[in-house]
């Protein structure tokens, strides 16, 4: 992985993806190498790898909901927002300042600064 920010394991996320009305949290891996998918506070994600990274406003969510139609959706604001108020665990993990920072990011990609 790059060196790029604290990367954090989504392992218990709630579907950002919208329009889907799952809500159960899930340990999330890449549809094409079956590793490990992460988030940064710079608001990236990637795989384990590091052979697919993007910003998370334009990464595809599939969590297996009948939603999804098997299609991969990107998350809007309101979504990726909720889904981050679930993850407890990027607090516990990043601490209060990366969590600060990815909701900074958050606003930038989505125009809500």
């Not at 950002?16 to 340990?27: E, F, N, Q, V």
């Amino acid at each position: 992985m790059t060196n790029q920010g604290t990367w954090i394991q989504l392992d218990s996320f709630t579907c950002p993806a919208a329009g889907c009305s799952a809500r159960t949290k899930g340990k999330w891996v890449c549809a094409t190498d079956n590793s490990d998918m992460y988030i940064n506070e710079l608001g990236k994600m990637k795989c384990y790898n590091g052979t697919h990274i993007a910003d998370l406003c334009k990464w595809g969510w599939n969590c297996g909901s009948s939603s999804h139609n098997g299609k991969f959706v990107t998350a809007d604001f309101e979504g990726f927002s909720f889904a981050l108020s679930q993850a407890v665990q990027l607090m516990t993990k990043g601490g209060s300042e990366w969590v600060s920072k990815l909701v900074i990011e958050i606003g930038k990609q989505y125009g809500n600064k």
